[in-house]
């Protein structure tokens, strides 16, 4: 989905490792929230309370999975899954842009 439509923006900026990645939180007309950010180059292990919906809209950059040994290259754009209270690895390579869905169970 390119485009989001009926939502509300919550304008202050969420920033994590040092500000190389950021994001704006999204609160759909339905109340599901998603956010909307970039990351800089570097290597970022992310934690997970809600199941996640990672959808990589541009980047080079890849990915490892709790539970799994080695990183494996995404295609973006290109989409994953995160259970909940779980974790994941990336080596983002050049300027991504994503977007995360938070799947309430």
Do not use: H, W
């Not at 080079?60 to 690895?89: H, Q, V």
């Not at 300027?95 to 938070?102: A, L, N, R």
């Amino acid at each position: 989905m390119s485009e989001i439509k009926n939502a509300t923006i919550i304008k202050a900026v969420n920033v994590y490792f040092d500000g190389k990645v950021t994001s704006r939180t999204v609160i759909l007309e339905n109340g599901e929230k998603q956010t909307l950010g970039v990351m800089m180059p570097g290597e970022y292990t992310f934690d997970t309370t809600d199941a996640e919906i990672m959808e990589m809209m541009s980047g080079d950059l890849e990915i490892k999975l709790k539970g799994e040994d080695s990183f494996r290259k995404l295609n973006t754009p290109e989409s994953f899954n995160i259970p909940a209270n779980s974790s994941f690895d990336l080596k983002i390579k050049t300027i991504t842009d994503y977007c995360c869905s938070y799947i309430k169970e």
